[in-house]
């Protein structure tokens, strides 16, 4: 009997030990990224108010979570999430915890660290985030889907441990940018939610990013316009829209669309961004012309907004943009991390020309 007791002590040593996880609604901890409070539930970037303005495509895609995260603080050793997500969403060329998971991050004294990501196997998840870590009171930044919306979210920590709102002042949301685009501001196809330009953007600059990304369907929505104007809070816009639009819409809409930011916010600065010249028009001789001449035409109607005395509008050209090696894209078009990364920082450059840092 005594060597029974011996033997299983020894393997107590090497069988790991696990708390008990207890789970807090994420509602309780702040939210960043959002345009507006006045939504129809929490998980979402469009006011309720536009549900019978704006196109039924846009809708959807507002219910859409790009560029949200759910801030707070914790002494646990083990960080867990339960969510559930709207539509399930699946596709072939994002992975899916890019389309439908959870990236944690925690700040590290002067920079925002990856922890790790939370993969989804379905429309109702729980995940273990991370654990083993040493109880010490940490900062996190949880970024929520970017191709899917959340309808319920928990997060997990040890059953003894804290879980508290933050103390941090950052990322700092008194002056946030606001980005409006398409599938590629959305975050189509990073491999995973940290990685969206947006969300680099805002971890880099410590400053709430708003991102107002459809996939598909950034074609100058005046409705959005009318959104983007009621954040008098706004530090810059960002227009990044050109590769939804064709010619004749750039030409149509792109005042009439400023004139309605203009209307509650005279002297923002307005950042127009080129499209970037996609990987595979190196071959496609049609697609190089499309996107050349639509950015010829975005910069013939930048200047003419400059002319009428607009000295708060900038260009940003796709020169160099994401490089030219043809790397950045999952399928010639739509980015990988490296050409979100590589996005981000020729926007974080520009930026630092614009803002004062």
């Not at 940490?138 to 920590?157: A, H």
């Not at 330009?197 to 005046?222: M, P």
């Amino acid at each position: 009997m005594k060597k029974w007791i011996i033997f299983l002590g020894c393997i107590s040593w090497f069988i790991p030990t696990y708390s008990q996880i207890r789970y807090v609604n994420a509602d309780q901890f702040p939210l960043i990224g959002k345009i507006s409070d006045k939504t129809e539930t929490r998980y979402e970037r469009l006011p309720a108010t536009l549900k019978e303005q704006c196109r039924p495509p846009l809708w959807k895609l507002g219910k859409n979570t790009s560029g949200l995260a759910v801030r707070f603080c914790s002494n646990s050793t083990t960080i867990a999430a339960k969510w559930e997500v709207l539509d399930n969403t699946h596709m072939d060329h994002m992975t899916d915890v890019g389309c439908k998971g959870l990236d944690l991050y925690a700040w590290e004294g002067d920079h925002w660290q990856f922890v790790n990501s939370a993969r989804p196997t379905g429309k109702v998840n729980e995940k273990q985030i991370i654990a083993n870590m040493t109880s010490k009171e940490r900062e996190y930044l949880l970024f929520l889907p970017l191709y899917d919306g959340v309808v319920s979210l928990s997060i997990g920590v040890d059953s003894l441990a804290t879980l508290k709102q933050p103390s941090l002042t950052y990322p700092k949301t008194d002056a946030p940018i606001i980005i409006y685009g398409t599938s590629i501001t959305q975050g189509g196809c990073a491999a995973r939610p940290g990685m969206s330009f947006s969300n680099i953007l805002t971890r880099r600059l410590n400053r709430e990013v708003i991102n107002l990304g459809f996939s598909g369907n950034g074609k100058l929505d005046y409705e959005i316009a009318e959104t983007m104007t009621k954040r008098h809070d706004a530090a810059l816009f960002i227009l990044d829209f050109i590769p939804n639009v064709n010619e004749e819409q750039i030409k149509e809409k792109t005042a009439t669309f400023v004139k309605i930011l203009r209307k509650e916010n005279p002297n923002t600065p307005i950042l127009f961004v080129e499209s970037v010249i996609f990987p595979h028009s190196l071959y496609d001789k049609i697609a190089f012309d499309v996107v050349a001449k639509k950015n010829r035409v975005l910069k013939q109607e930048v200047e003419k907004l400059k002319q009428t005395g607009d000295i708060n509008i900038y260009y940003l050209s796709s020169d160099n943009l994401i490089c030219d090696d043809g790397e950045a894209t999952v399928d010639g078009i739509h980015f990988t991390d490296l050409g979100f990364v590589r996005m981000a920082e020729k926007l974080q450059e520009k930026i630092f020309t614009i803002l004062p840092y």
